[in-house]
């Protein structure tokens, strides 16, 4: 609508319209209850509806079986980065990480207080720009899990496909923060997958665990109850007062997400919006730049640079003329940055492309 800007922040993030709309719809009385859902015990009825409703809304999403827990948490993705090594490895157990970007290291480093990870590939010497092919590291099989963030905020690197863990329990587990239902993913072949809500499915304070549920059980005694997954799992997520508000506005938008046919069309639009912009970046011959390896390029976070960096400034300037927010890149990367979440729509993405011709043609 006339008063909103396109908001390309890497999250909190844009939400769908018609999501934010339906929310000030309940706000003030959800559905004849009497109450906004801020204000409902959390051992209610009605909270219970709609946390369950939520529940299996994401299993219909993501195809999600019995063999797996949908815990909703709090603490963000950075609690899971030591509730993981936490709840499924000894304190001398090796772990195996796959380094593409800030965050898989940031997990990496959280990890080393609980278990003994070891990076078996890093992209950090060509400034994480790339996936390793997978026959390009060797993995531990005794590790206890391999770990990967599937889609790299900051650097805009995002895997395609996964590869198979050799550990002994075959064990794979992914960051999914800034890619979480974007496209359809194979859960069963993930132990552990885990997201921050603020970016593809709601506001910040969610944070969402999908566990396979013979891992849930073997915590570290020092683990504290917050994040003993066998604790929620046994209390579905109410084991404490959990983030109610957060919880009903991500069940929002799994409904919407559903409405608009799931995921494999909610993929189809993302192709189609990163599609119109790494070909604007790709055709300016050099004026614009992305440094991510074609193949791995994210469907969610657009990384790019100016030839002429001192333009940068004016660039995002001219942009928030235009309505068009929060396009400069990471403070550790600088550059501009494009987040394109399920929520961005495709005129959105069309009004920063028609943005760069112009600027281009009038620095040239
Ligand atoms: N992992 C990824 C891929 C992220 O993008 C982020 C947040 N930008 C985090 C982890 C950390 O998430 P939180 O701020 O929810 O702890």
Redesign the pocket.
Known sequence: SQDRVFNFA??PATLPENVLKKAESELYNWRGSGMSVMEMSHRGKEFVSIIEKAESDLRSLLNISSDYHVLFLQ?????QFAAIPLNLCKIDDSVDFIVTGS?GD??FKEAQKYCKPNVIWSGKSEKYTKVPSFDSFEQNPNAKFLHI?A????QGVEFKNYPTPSNKDGILIA?M??NFCSKPVDVSKFGLIYA?A??NVGP?GV?IVIIRKDLIGNAQDITPVMLDYKIHADNKSLYNTPPCYGIYMCGLVFEDLLNQGGLEQVEKNNIKKAELLYNAIDSSNGFYRCPVEKSVRSLMNVPFTLEKSELEADFIKEAAKEKMVQLKGHRSVGGMRASIYNAMPYAGVEKLVALMKDFQVNHR
């Open positions: 890497a999250g603490g963000g993705a950075t609690t965050w940031k997990a963030c889609n790299e905020t900051i960051d923060s800034s921050g603020q970016k910040s944070t």
